[in-house]
């Protein structure tokens, strides 16, 4: 086994060894890591920026020490004295490796933009925000009657609007005054109306009537990705989206290894505590940057978040989540200012967070319940939002289970051999002919397949750089359809399977969906450990379900909404050919997109929703799967595709799954086991 140090890039996940001395910029073209470059590694164009991460990664197996990298040199002390390198950063071109190391490479310094796709859903919600603007005419300032002219304000606020017990922020007393007297004791206030918590306070003051609006967002902190909604709270639209990668990724791809890192690193908690709240901030600069206003404009905030992302936004250490029992800090609706999280909003932001429902099932879960409303469905309802951590809701009037499953990042392209994040040239859809074993796909960006003859001229910009979540899952699920894939999960050789595309690798196979190499390009492949991530990803979402249907007391659901960035783009035959959802009719599986950014958007524009959802997730009976026997049991069984036990006899009277098995001894991934065809 080579010493060579180990070399991990985050968010791919792409990892390999590499000798002492090797620029970080070559180990990330060797792996072929999206690390950009124009000046060819001479240190002028500064593109190729990294960011080392040091500590105890238990993920990757590594402590990264001080002296991962090389010394800080010359050439980057030349581009920090005249542009200036962010704290941390180094130039991938000059940083050598020393030791093992794990390596972030920040959005800005990948060639292929991410695409987050986690866009606004269409949707009609009640109008009814907190923070609403009032137009006041002030009674001016009488030596016969003293008062303040804060206190006529707010009488005037009560006579006018019927606004009783209204505060107001300092910043309010230090400008009020100038501003009645230039508005001619007529101004408009933006008032936010307070709850049972928090009584009516003035945000903002503007001289005379005021005819511009005032805004809120909307945002999702995932584990992967962040996005933010900004929403003009007097007509409940929204003016503009934007999202970004999680910068919590370079400490761990999953939930587990953030905890684990806080555990293991002393003040790791707060480093990426900071790391998010920084994020947010450049986010937000980015959202209203796009919408062309002033982000001093934007007064409310409403986040959802799962457990570790919240208790890790708020600066609350996640330690017990790690273990048994999972303990939540607090489990309910959260009101703080902006200020306090380190927010750059309005002086007097307010910031909302949904109640977590328990355990690891969070803030996104009941966003989830809040736009899908499982509780109000008449038919029995299986909601399930698919990312890192999956959240899953089944239920009805009659009541609501909710778990949550640890399916790890593959199904966002990492862990995956040619994976990556959604972004421009990423093939996301894939079709293999079942008799000649030939695949055709899509890449991001383009409506061709790659069997068009305008397809090379349509893809000529963005290439064909790896595949993302989507395409693996319709890749996996079309090998097995076309007979190149057992249940057990192992690709057959060439001689099995009738085909070329099939060839070996090490000692198992792989399926060749694209080469370009001749050209100099990228040759993609699907291998048996790309399968098993997969086969494990999906194993757990499954087991999740079907534990909620044990609990429930049924084999069958009515239906099964997909919700979730990476929901949206899963298509229902194949989800269903891999077993990542029970069997069910497929005009009954549709997508809602991102739920959990409805919900978000619901509880900013409509404050009553916020009381709504916060008694809706007191009724939700949440399942721990980490310590249910039977999740167990359900999980080796959904190994298998799509499953070793359960029948699935609607899928199999809409597809023919081939009775393949292809046994060369087994390699780990499946290799030698038979089993009975689902």
């Known amino acids: ?67 991962a ?57 009640t109008l009814n925000p907190s923070t609403r603007l009032f137009y006041v005419e002030v009674e001016e300032p009488d030596m016969h009657k003293p008062s303040g002219d804060l206190e006529r304000l ?100 999953d939930l587990m290894s953030r905890v684990s890192y806080s555990m293991m690193n002393k003040g790791g908690a707060a480093e990426m505590t900071a790391a998010v709240r920084d994020g947010m901030n450049a986010l937000f600069d980015n959202v209203a940057a796009d919408a062309g206003i002033d982000k001093m404009l934007i007064v409310d905030a409403v986040f959802v978040c799962n457990p570790v992302m919240h208790h890790l936004f708020l600066g609350i250490d996640p330690f017990e989540l790690g273990q048994a029992p999972f303990a939540l800090g607090t489990s309910d609706a959260i ?17 909302y967070l949904l109640p977590c429902i328990a355990g690891h099932v969070g803030a996104d879960a009941a966003a989830v319940a809040l736009s899908e409303a499982p509780d109000k469905s008449e038919d029995l309802v299986l909601v399930v939002d698919v990312g890192t951590n999956a959240e899953i809701l089944l239920g009805n009037r009659e009541k609501v289970l909710a778990c949550s499953s640890p399916t790890g990042p593959a199904f966002e392209g990492a862990q995956i051999s040619a994976g990556q994040r959604a972004a421009p040239g990423a093939i996301e859809k894939v079709e293999i002919d079942p008799v000649t074993k030939e695949p055709r796909f899509r890449v991001i960006g ?51 399977t009738g085909s070329e595309r099939c060839i070996l690798d090490g000692r198992t196979n792989s399926y060749l969906l694209h080469d370009a190499s001749a ?35 049924v084999d069958n659901v009515d239906r099964v909404v997909l919700a979730g960035a990476f929901g949206a783009h899963i298509s229902p035959k194949h989800a269903m050919v891999l077993g990542m959802i029970p069997d069910a009719p ?56 799509p499953n070793a036990v359960e029948p699935f006899p609607i899928l199999n009277s809409i597809v023919t799954l081939p009775d393949v098995s292809f046994n060369t001894g087994g390699d780990g991934a499946g290799g030698g086991r038979r089993r009975r065809r689902g």
């Open 519 to 553: 050209e100099g390009g990228p040759r993609i492949t699907i291998t048996n450990p790309d399968i098993r991530a997969i086969q494990m990803a999906k194993a757990a979402l499954y087991s999740g379900a079907r534990l909620l249907m044990d609990k429930f007391g």
């Open 446 to 496: 383009s409506d061709l397949w790659s069997d068009d003859p305008a397809f090379a001229e349509a893809t000529a910009e963005s290439g064909i750089t790896g595949i993302c979540g989507s395409g693996i899952i319709e890749a996996i699920a079309e090998m097995r359809l076309a007979g190149i894939l057992d249940a057990s999960g192992l690709i057959g050789s060439a001689a099995q």
């Open 154 to 253: 707010c009488t005037a606020l009560d006579e006018q609007w019927e606004l009783k017990n209204v505060h107001a922020d300092l910043h309010i007393l230090q400008t009020m005054q100038p501003i009645l007297r230039k508005g001619g004791w007529k101004v408009t206030c933006a008032v936010n109306l307070g709850d049972d918590e928090n009584p009516p306070r003035i945000m903002h003051l503007w001289p005379g009537f005021y005819e511009g609006t005032v805004y809120g967002l909307a945002v999702d902190l995932g584990s992967t990705t962040i996005a933010a909604h900004l929403c003009d709270l007097g007509t409940g639209e929204v003016i503009a989206s934007s999202g970004i990668m999680n910068p919590q990724i370079r400490f761990g791809e």
């Open 69 to 125: 990298l090389s010394e800080w040199n010359s050439v980057e002390q030349r581009y920090d004295d005249k542009r200036g390198l962010k704290k941390g950063r180094r130039l991938g071109c000059q940083a050598t490796v020393q030791r093992d190391v794990v390596i972030d490479v920040p959005p800005e310094s990948q060639v292929h933009k991410q695409v987050v796709r986690k866009r606004a859903e269409a949707r009609e919600i």
């Open 335 to 351: 009101r703080l200012r902006a200020h306090e999280l380190d927010l750059v909003l309005h002086p007097s932001a307010r910031v």
């Open 586 to 641: 497929l005009e009954k599986v549709t997508s809602a997109g991102n739920a959990a950014g409805t919900g978000a958007r619901i509880a900013l524009i409509n404050k009553d929703a916020r009381a709504e959802i916060e008694e809706t997730v007191r009724r939700i009976h949440k399942v721990e799967t980490a310590v249910e026997p039977r999740f167990q049991e359900h999980f080796v069984n959904a190994s298998a595709i």
């Open 1 to 67: 086994m080579s010493t060579d140090p180990l070399v991990v890039f985050t968010p791919s996940g792409k990892r390999g060894r590499f000798p002492v001395g090797t620029p970080v910029l070559t180990a990330a073209r060797q792996l072929g890591v999206d690390l950009d470059s124009v000046c060819g590694g001479r240190g002028i164009c500064s593109k190729c920026q990294i960011t080392p991460s040091y500590g105890e990664f238990s993920k990757h197996g590594v402590t990264v020490h001080e002296d």
